[in-house]
């Protein structure tokens, strides 16, 4: 299970910091990836942590986003830096491993003046 939070209300060029929670065992072994589902577009992905610590960034987030976990914790975090308008949408958690896929309810991420 993945529990996401974090999101809220923020003015253009200011920051968040999104937490992903899982739950179980096994944390270490899975990939993990931040997506983003704004209203009318589909869902995309935002950054992704693999289990040796690589990451990957979309474009529109690199320099402003960074990923990270925590394996003690079993935590993944995405700060969230310099938001604007384009930034709003559903943040998703998503935890694979082989075939297996999770994904979290996901937190609400609404830039605004």
């Known amino acids: 299970q993945l529990v996401e939070s974090g999101g809220g209300l923020v003015q253009p060029g200011g920051s968040l910091s999104l937490s992903c929670a899982a739950s179980g065992s096994n944390f270490r072994f899975y990939n993990i990836g931040w997506y983003r589902e704004a209203p009318g577009k589909q869902r995309e992905l935002v950054a992704r942590?693999?289990?040796?610590?690589?990451?990957e960034y979309a474009d529109s987030v690199k320099g402003r986003f960074t990923i990270s976990r925590d394996n003690d914790k079993k935590t993944v975090y995405l700060q969230m830096n310099s938001l604007n308008f384009e930034d709003t949408a559903v943040y998703y958690c998503?935890?694979?491993?082989?075939?297996?896929?999770?994904w979290g309810q996901g937190t609400q991420v609404t830039v605004s003046s």
């Open positions: 998503r935890a694979d491993r082989s075939r297996t896929v999770f």
């Open positions: 942590i693999v289990t040796s610590a690589s990451t």
